[in-house]
């Protein structure tokens, strides 16, 4: 079972709007991430965030909000939406962060967004 | 420019053959990781933080920190190897902050 749970796998926006993804992890970790992977672009670094605080952010636009109301989720909302943002977002957990239990990341199955 | 150059780009094998992939550095890191993306998506990693000769069943890691590089030897290779390899960078251990490559797609065939 998988133990990283992303949703939806697949959505379809109109430029302007705004989508939710939704991120859920059953591995116990306390830090978590996002990732984006585009066509044109390798797998970039997002967010990371530390018992629900966020830690880092390499996300020049304030259209990408996280959101982490447990400490196993950490959503992503996307704002007028534009459709250079079509990609493949990717949540991550590891153990911990920024020490050295920080651990590995395990990766979830990505939600692929097109904006039209 | 790209921090992290991955060679080649594509390979494509006979079930049974060997590959060798390569990582080179542009910056200074202080580790590394490589990585599998199955067709469809998902990451799984394959060596965390590999410093010298590293090896886990059929797959080796080479990885030389100072001199900037890594690779990832897969022997006698199996279709179900077949999928993109990905290396990551960090400038700091233990944040996860990775900088990835494009990454090899390995394509192994009957």
């Known amino acids: 079972d998988p133990k990283i749970i992303q949703k939806p796998k697949y959505l379809v926006a109109v430029t302007g709007s705004e989508k939710i993804l939704i991120c859920e992890q059953y591995?116990?970790?306390?830090?978590m991430y996002w990732y984006r992977q585009s066509a044109k672009k390798p797998l970039e670094f997002m967010f990371s965030?530390?018992?629900?605080?966020?830690?880092d952010n390499q996300t020049a636009s304030s259209r990408f909000q996280p959101q982490s109301s447990k400490k196993n989720h950490l959503d992503l909302q996307i704002t007028a939406l534009k459709p250079d943002d079509s990609a493949t977002y990717f949540c991550?957990?590891?153990?911990?962060?920024?020490?050295?239990?920080?651990?590995?990341?395990?990766f979830g199955e990505g939600s692929k967004l097109t904006v039209l | 420019g790209q921090q992290v150059q991955q060679s080649p780009t594509s390979l494509v094998l006979q079930e049974g053959e060997n590959a060798e992939l390569q990582c080179n550095f542009s910056?200074?890191?202080?580790?590394m990781q490589w990585f599998y993306q199955r067709p469809g998506g998902s990451l799984v990693s394959v060596f965390y933080?590999?410093?010298g000769t590293k090896q886990s069943g059929r797959l080796t890691s080479t990885t030389v920190i100072k001199e900037r590089r890594s690779s990832l030897h897969i022997s006698s290779s199996q279709i179900t190897d077949s999928g993109t390899y990905l290396c990551?960078?960090?400038?700091?251990?233990?944040?996860?902050?990775?900088?990835f490559g494009k990454g090899t797609v390995l394509l192994v065939s009957p």
């Open positions: 991550a957990s590891s153990q911990d962060w920024g020490g050295a239990s920080t651990g590995q990341l395990y």
């Open positions: 591995l116990g970790h306390n830090a």
């Open positions: 965030y530390s018992y629900q605080k966020l830690m």
């Open positions: 910056t200074s890191l202080n580790s």
């Open positions: 933080n590999p410093s």
């Open positions: 990551a960078m960090e400038r700091r251990s233990g944040y996860n902050k990775l900088t």
